[in-house]
């Protein structure tokens, strides 16, 4: 399958959609698993559905024009980074729909002694953050958080080696972990570097 993926995404770079087509229904069940991942994260009574937040991807992804695509972990990482995108539009309009900022969309989440709900939102604020200071550690997150990516395929997709992910990932998680405490605090603070 990943030969083929990799065909296919050559193809999609020179220009056919067939391929972009072919490519997508290989890996629909892998951008399935992916959807399905980010909503274990998030709270019970979401409105958005993973079938949804699969198709509304495959329509932004459909929208790029000549991508250098390299590989299979390449297109898994934009797939996440768009669902990423698509979960943090949908969390802004939903909190826009409440006077009083209402319910907030949560992520459930494995970073370090993080108990209870975490806010898309607030989490999206902390990572663009991140993002400013250290743009490979936040890299390394979206594509572990969020595209669920393995050590190893997030090297590869980074063209880095699996220690410097391993590093990053710890260095980010404990930055976000901080971060994130400090402005359910009110501290605000998160902004020394990682």
């Not at 991942?37 to 790029?64: K, M, N, W």
């Not at 934009?78 to 826009?96: G, K, N, S």
């Not at 990932?169 to 605090?185: C, N, P, T, Y």
């Amino acid at each position: 399958m990943a030969g083929e993926a990799t065909q296919l995404l050559h193809d999609w770079r020179a220009g056919s959609l067939e391929a972009r087509d072919r490519l997508v229904a290989l890996l629909y069940g892998e951008l399935r698993g992916l959807a399905a991942r980010q909503f274990g994260r998030e709270r019970a009574d979401h409105t958005l559905q993973p079938t949804a937040l699969v198709s509304e991807a495959y329509q932004r992804l459909a929208a790029l024009e000549r991508i250098d695509w390299r590989d299979r972990a390449h297109f898994i990482g934009v797939a996440a980074r768009l669902m990423r995108e698509i979960l943090i539009d949908h969390a802004r309009r939903h909190q826009a729909e409440k006077r009083d900022g209402g319910q907030r969309v949560t992520l459930f989440t494995n970073l370090p002694a993080q108990e209870g709900a975490l806010d898309a939102l607030a989490l999206e604020q902390a990572l663009q953050r991140l993002e400013a200071l250290a743009p490979d550690k936040a890299r390394v997150v979206e594509l572990r958080f969020y595209g669920g990516l393995s050590i190893e395929e997030t090297a590869e997709v980074m063209e880095i080696s699996p220690a410097t992910v391993k590093r990053h990932w710890q260095a980010a998680r404990v930055w976000l972990f901080d971060a994130l405490g400090a402005e359910r605090s009110g501290a605000g603070g998160g902004e020394s570097g990682p």
